[in-house]
């Protein structure tokens, strides 16, 4: 009994061992080959989409109001950072 499983056991680290040289093999094969390109044929540029008249419009009203609400927000980020550090560091 104790001979059979001493030969299984050599045959199946054998057995990983050739599969793993093969698997190596075949993968330094695969990076060592020139893929094959394939050349697309676009005879001309696709024309853009104009921008529907609602998206295009000026909105840089709202655009300004949310800026400052960022710039405000920020603002106390960077002062709470600057809390958190001083306590931090007492």
């Known amino acids: 009994m104790k001979m059979q499983r001493g030969s299984l056991r050599l045959w ?5 061992l050739w599969l793993m040289l093969a698997l190596c093999g075949l993968t330094l094969f ?3 080959s020139q893929p094959k390109t ?12 104009p921008l529907p008249e609602t998206v295009a419009a000026s909105d840089s009203g709202n655009a300004k109001t949310f800026s400052q609400k960022v710039q405000r927000f920020s603002e106390k980020v960077s002062t709470w950072q600057r809390k958190v550090q001083d306590y931090l560091q007492k």
């Open 30 to 32: 695969g990076c060592a």
């Open 12 to 16: 199946l680290r054998e057995t990983r």
């Open 38 to 49: 394939s050349v697309l044929n676009c005879p001309e540029p696709p024309q853009a989409t």
